[in-house]
């Protein structure tokens, strides 16, 4: 069965640094893969997918996140983190004709 | 309004009630779910439908009971409710086909009923 682990309960950055997020997922066969993000008492909304097309996905907020078949890794990153980017990001992944399977998320948190 | 419909938003009860969270769409999808998000265990699946005539048990399900009234309404229940069903608890969507006409599994989410059973 399809895992996603998502490195990393909890990351802090400083306000204009680097953000990088990490996730891997298990299937031999690679998946849709998805990023999440969940601002505080709102439901969940997609920021960016990779269906095979071009391994390197673009989203929005200026998130981007790199397919690697051979890390079978999924990896959000930002150059430059703002405040409103503090929230919780799931990743999840789809292997066929069965539900999404999320990784247990990451909450991001940013200082100013 | 919302494309996805979650009601109650807010719930507190207490143990042994029956409660009942609703979903209902206007996206037209056929594919409805049930998650449930806990703190550091991510979101898992309870319930979910591909259509009307089809119910299949998530990884959680125990405690749990769903009904498909309608294409467009998914109904989650807890026939007796229990301190540790206190969670937050998201309806989500799927088409079978996307726009590029690819089953790509993207859900679309309602924006949760957070539940609390005292």
Known sequence: AQSVTQLGSHVSVSE?????????????????LFWYV??????????????SAATLVKGINGFEAEFKKSETSFHLTKPSAHMSDAAEYFCAAYSG???????????LSVIA | DADVTQTPRNRITKTGKRIMLECSQTKGHDR????????GLGLRLIYYSFDVKDINKGEISDGYSVSRQAQAKFSLSLESAIPNQTALYFCATSDLRDQAFTNTGELFFGEGSRLTVL
């Open chain 1, 16 to 32: 204009g640094a680097l953000v990088l997020l990490r996730c891997n997922y298990s299937s031999s066969v690679p998946p849709y």
């Open chain 1, 38 to 51: 969940q601002y505080p008492n709102q439901g969940l909304q997609l920021l960016l997918k990779y269906t």
């Open chain 1, 97 to 107: 004709n069965t539900p999404l399977v999320f990784g247990k998320g990451t909450r």
């Open chain 2, 32 to 39: 409805m779910y049930w998650y449930r998000q806990d703190p």
